[in-house]
């Protein structure tokens, strides 16, 4: 437990002390408070300055591991690479289109505190990680006198996540702009996205807005191409397009690849720049962790680098069928599966292209036949990951609406550019409201900002 968080809760307590209800008094903008003022912890999250920093440094040595693993262990060859992770043809073939070879450093890593430092779950490398908006929370946190007062007493800080990824956007868009100093950016989601995630995109509209970027939402079939080959929405040039779809979005509507080949051709040509670019998911596919952990492959790895990879990435597999890729011989894939089925309580399997915690079995709340047929159907299909279980440090969590004080744990969002750390935000849930931790398939998830400390 931090020992900040208990200094917190127990000033909580105190019913002078205008902490309690500071979240509700914080005065947040109007996008921002439509879209998650139902979902905040009534508290900030504490972390650490120094592991924090020092995690980040991590997470970047691991962004360079991951990219490099095609050229390491496959040759340069992209199609063996895929065929070992679990990507199929189809969307290996998508992922190419208008991508460089090196995807850009953009993304969020996802990580519980085991109490002594940071394990990293998953790593979302991509412009569609969500969570770009959560320092507003900050700030207006801030903004209440009481909390201003214990952040200023115990040497709170906090990393503008907008305003670090305001300026990666300024400088990828440069190229393109055209219209004015400063550039036009499309936030742009798959064919029915917006309905789903308008209040997030509206969110991240607002928070871009402050940062003096003017952002546009629209969906991928709402953009044209005009005749110079620039993509316009609504009639207005873009000069940049923040991707908020991916390629399984492109894949399941049957006209998905064939709209987003404007966007390709435009990206191409430096007419208006895709940020990012769907090779990305080429890494963000979590059977790449677990590559880096595997010991087939750990002679390509120096001292240094499995180091880092063994201080942040808990044991992971890919699961396939016996013969199929991703564990070598029908031998190994056998073993792997009776391993993995005696070791039910202490292991989690994910699908590798999935997200927000769907198709997720979690072997401790699951019974020996539940699990055993959960490993099996997921061989069959491939593309899975067996992770060992990160066991979160629960921290104290005062509700102001029942004086309860409770235990939670938190999922650290830490977001990546090419300039380093960009901030955190942190998912939580209470420690006994079950493993996944994810707005999307946990209704008692809670979203908060993230305060570092010395």
């Known amino acids: 437990m931090s020992k900040l968080s208990r200094i917190y809760v127990d000033t909580c307590l105190r019913p002078d002390s205008g902490l309690a209800d500071a979240v509700a008094r914080a005065t947040l903008p109007p ?10 912890l009534p508290r900030p999250w504490f972390v650490s300055a120094p592991q924090t920093a020092a ?74 990680a969500a969570g770009l908006d959560m320092a507003v929370f900050n700030r207006g946190m801030l903004g209440v006198p009481e909390f201003a007062a214990f952040a200023d007493e115990h040497g709170l800080d906090h990393v503008d996540i907008a305003a670090r990824t305001a300026a990666v956007l300024r400088d990828r868009a440069r190229p393109a702009v055209s219209g004015g100093a ?31 970027l003017d952002l546009r939402i629209g969906e991928i079939g709402d953009v044209r191409a005009r005749p110079d080959g620039k993509l316009a929405l609504d009639g207005t040039p873009l000069d940049l397009v923040l991707r908020n779809f991916a390629a399984s979005q492109l894949l399941d509507d049957p006209a998905g690849p064939a709209a987003a080949e404007p966007f390709f051709r435009a990206h191409e040509s430096g007419r208006t720049i895709l940020f990012t670019t769907l090779e990305s998911g080429y890494y ?11 010991p087939r492959w750990s002679g390509a790895f120096d001292a240094d680098e499995r180091a880092l990879v063994d201080r942040v990435l808990p044991w992971s597999r890919t699961l396939s069928a016996p013969g199929g890729s991703g564990t070598g011989s029908p031998a190994a894939s056998r073993e792997l599966l009776d391993l993995c089925r005696e070791r039910r309580e202490r292991l989690i399997l994910k699908p590798g292209g999935g997200y927000g915690g769907f198709g997720t079995h979690v072997g401790w709340e699951l019974t020996d036949a539940e699990w055993a047929e959960a490993l099996r159907g997921a061989a069959e299909r491939g593309g899975h990951v067996v ?43 209470r420690v006994d409201g079950g493993a996944i931790v ?6 008692g998830t809670r979203m908060v900002g993230v305060f570092s400390h010395p």
């Open 284 to 294: 963000a596919h979590k059977s790449a962790l677990a590559l880096l952990t595997d």
């Open 31 to 40: 996008a921002f408070d439509a879209a998650w003022r139902t979902h905040l």
């Open 55 to 128: 995690f980040a440094r991590d997470l970047d040595g691991l962004f360079d591991l991951l990219v490099s693993l095609p050229a390491r262990l496959f040759d340069g060859d992209l199609d063996r690479y895929a065929a070992e992770v679990g990507i199929g043809p189809e969307p290996a073939a998508l992922l190419r289109r208008a991508g460089s070879g090196v995807p850009a450093k953009l993304g969020r890593a996802d990580a519980y505190h085991d109490g002594t430092s940071f394990k990293l779950l998953e790593f979302n490398i991509g412009s569609e």
């Open 438 to 443: 994810g707005l999307s398939s946990n209704p």
């Open 182 to 212: 400063e550039p036009v950016i499309g936030l742009i989601e798959g064919r029915g996205g917006v309905a789903a995630y308008g209040r997030i995109m509206r969110a991240t509209v607002e928070a871009m807005a402050e940062q003096g």
């Open 387 to 429: 992770q060992e279980r990160v066991v979160p440090c629960p921290e104290p969590v005062y509700d102001p609406g029942t004086g309860a004080v409770e235990d939670w744990i938190a999922v650290i969002g830490a977001f990546l550019t090419d300039d380093g750390y960009a901030g955190a935000h942190a998912r939580v849930n």
